[in-house]
């Protein structure tokens, strides 16, 4: 059981934990009462550690992405991810190409379902969440990625590092607004060893699946492995 306030031992390849919070909302981005799984997460969390590029180039894309990979151990910046991006022509298609970037490096990219409570568990447990937002206003809108690192209950709101500003704040309604807005998109990247809380088995065995057909036969035996333990 976490208690309030405390620091959670990080899991490998994960970061440090500063523990507290959790919350979940509707889609309509209005409070809703908080689930069981949820009222069981810690009431404030926010994850330490987590690298950060700054900069609003291709939808932050680059930016939130070279710190995913650079939290699971992989050397990375922005700039290098440029080519294998096949950035700028490849813009329009980075939710595609960077979780198959991201397989190359032996990793398992796992979808989230979209729903705020998944997220916030995944954030709860020391693992980061990138997502893909909507950020402006009702008469101009653009999407940009951006990276969930922390969240809490008592202020209503999530921190999301993206585009200029590390740990923005937004206010859960806000957010789930914003998301569901761009697509609901959202994925964990993690080690083969790495199970995501309150994992779903069938999303788990695609993910490790889409990881063997990008030639990563050993990553994604580890992966199977790491499940059937469960």
Not at 33 to 38: A, K, P, R, T, W
Not at 110 to 119: E, F, K, T
């Amino acid at each position: 059981m976490f208690e309030r306030d405390a620091q959670v031992k990080p899991r490998p390849h994960a970061l440090k934990l500063l523990v507290s919070l959790a919350f979940v909302l509707s889609v309509t981005g209005c409070s809703a009462g908080l689930s069981s799984s949820v009222e069981r997460l810690p009431d404030r969390v926010q994850l330490s550690g987590m690298p950060f590029f700054r900069g609003n180039i291709y939808q932050s894309g680059p930016g939130a992405f070279a710190s995913m990979l650079a939290q699971q151990g992989v050397r990375m910046t922005p700039g290098l991810l440029d080519e294998p991006l096949k950035l700028p022509k490849a813009e329009a298609q980075l939710a595609e190409t960077m979780p198959a970037v991201a397989r190359q490096y032996g990793l398992v990219v796992y979808p989230l379902n979209g729903d705020l409570s998944d997220a916030l568990a995944q954030v709860a447990a020391g693992y980061p969440v990138m997502v893909r937002i909507d950020d402006g206003s009702w008469w101009w809108k653009t999407q940009r990625y951006g990276v969930l690192v922390g969240y809490d209950r008592e202020k209503d709101m999530v921190q999301v590092n993206i585009g200029l500003d590390p740990r923005e704040e937004m206010s859960f309604g806000a957010f789930a607004s914003a998301w569901h807005s761009a697509g609901g998109w959202g994925i964990l990247i993690q080690a083969p060893t790495q199970l995501p809380a309150q994992v779903d088995r069938q999303r788990w065995a695609s993910a490790v699946e889409e990881l063997a057909k990008a030639g990563q036969e050993q990553a994604a035996a580890k992966a199977r492995s790491a499940l059937s333990a469960k």
